[in-house]
C-alpha cells in the first residue's frame, strides 16, 4: 500500500510543479469492498495510511463497492468515514449496474454524484458517468455535461489548472467521451484521472493526458 500511494504522489507532484505549485492527492479506486471480504481490510490499512499523511485532500473514482447494493454501500461508508482529510467520492459501473435504487443511496449517503473543489490554483471535478443502463457502456447525462462547462467556466480563473475526474477513461469506453473532451479542452487541463482498468495505464486523448490506476494490490 505504500507503494502504491506514494507512487500517485508523485505522478501529481511532477505534473503540478512544472506550473509552479504542488498539491498532493490521495487517489482511490476500484476498492470492491463487501462486508468482511478482504478488501475491506486492505481499505482499512490504507485509511490509516491516509491519515498519516499530509495529503490536501482524498478522491474514490468509483467502485467502492462489488454489487452496488444499499448494504454494501452503508458498510463501505463505515471505513471510508474514518479518513480524517477532506474528502471527495464518485460511484463506478459496480455501483450504476446493480443499484437496488437507482444510485438514490449513493447520493443519500454522500450527498451527490458528481463534486468540485480547488486547492490553491487547482480546480478538481469529477462526475458520475454510469453506465445508465445495465452492463451499458459508460455515459455522462446531459445535464452532467452541461454543469461541468458552467462550473468550470466560473471557477478557473488566469493562472489556474483543472484535474478531470472519472471513473471511465476517455476513450471508447465512455459512449459519448467525445462530447467530454470538447469540454475539457476549452479549459487548461493537466491530465484526466480514472480508475475502471485496475491498472496503472498512460494515455492521450485529443491532447489531453490520461491516467488510470491505482493498480491491482487493492482490487479482486
Known sequence: MKRFISLLFAVLAIALAMQGG????????????????ANEGKLREAVAEINATDVDAVMLTGDLSNEGSDE???????VLDGITHPFYI??????NNW?????????DLWGSDRFVFTVDNLVVVGMNCGPFMKMGD???KQEDLLWL?????????????????????ILDDLDNYRAYVDILKKYPVITHQCGHYH??????????????GPPVDICI
Not at 90 to 95: C, D, K, Q
Open 199 to 212: 491498472s496503472w495505464r498512460l494515455y492521450e486523448t485529443d491532447g489531453i493526458n490520461g491516467v488510470s
Open 149 to 169: 462547462d458552467s462550473t468550470l467556466n466560473v471557477m478557473v480563473k488566469p493562472g489556474m489548472q483543472v484535474l478531470s475526474v472519472n471513473h471511465y477513461p
Open 22 to 37: 504542488v498539491v498532493r492527492l490521495a487517489i482511490l479506486s476500484d476498492v470492491h469492498v463487501t462486508p468482511g471480504n
Open 138 to 140: 459508460g455515459h455522462i
Open 99 to 107: 443499484s437496488q435504487s437507482a444510485c438514490k443511496t449513493f447520493n
Open 90 to 95: 464518485i460511484p463506478g459501473n459496480h455501483e
Open 72 to 78: 454494501q454501500l452503508r458498510n463501505v461508508k463505515g
